[in-house]
């Protein structure tokens, strides 16, 4: 993944971000600027504000197959409120459309018990990214 694949893509900043000097964690943006050789991304917000944050600090779905395999292994240990928001937030990536995307986001900012389940850092995706182009 580059800098260009990057732009127009939605995040959630970390909940637990605390030193935020931008005071936007927990909120979804879209990411306008990316210069990942230095690791700043820069995040426009529904304020029309703008945030600067590294990989690290921003999360993105982990694929939907991924929360599947949670729902599966992890079944007995959820509470059925755990279990519906997890199927219905794979369920919307399935759709892959933007405003379901968005609503999987708003699910997950508002049930962070979720967030664990669902959600990766960006760092974590391009490194697994850059895994998977490498064992190719």
Do not use: C
Request: zero cysteines.
């Amino acid at each position: 993944m580059n800098n260009e694949e990057l732009i127009g893509q939605h995040v959630l900043v970390h909940p637990v971000l605390w030193d935020d000097p931008a005071e936007k964690n927990g909120e979804i943006g879209m990411i306008t600027e990316a210069d990942l050789a230095d690791d700043v991304i820069r995040v426009k917000f529904e304020d029309q504000k703008y945030g600067f944050y590294g990989s690290d600090s921003l999360l993105v779905f982990r694929p939907s197959n991924d929360i599947y395999e949670q729902l599966k292994q992890n079944a007995g240990q959820l509470s059925a409120e755990q279990f519906k928001d997890l199927k219905n937030i794979a369920l919307m990536l399935d759709y892959g459309k933007e405003p379901q995307l968005l609503k999987a986001m708003e699910m997950v900012r508002e049930n962070p018990e979720s967030l664990e389940d669902s959600m990766i850092s960006l760092e974590d995706k391009l490194r697994n990214a850059e895994v998977r182009q490498v064992g190719r």
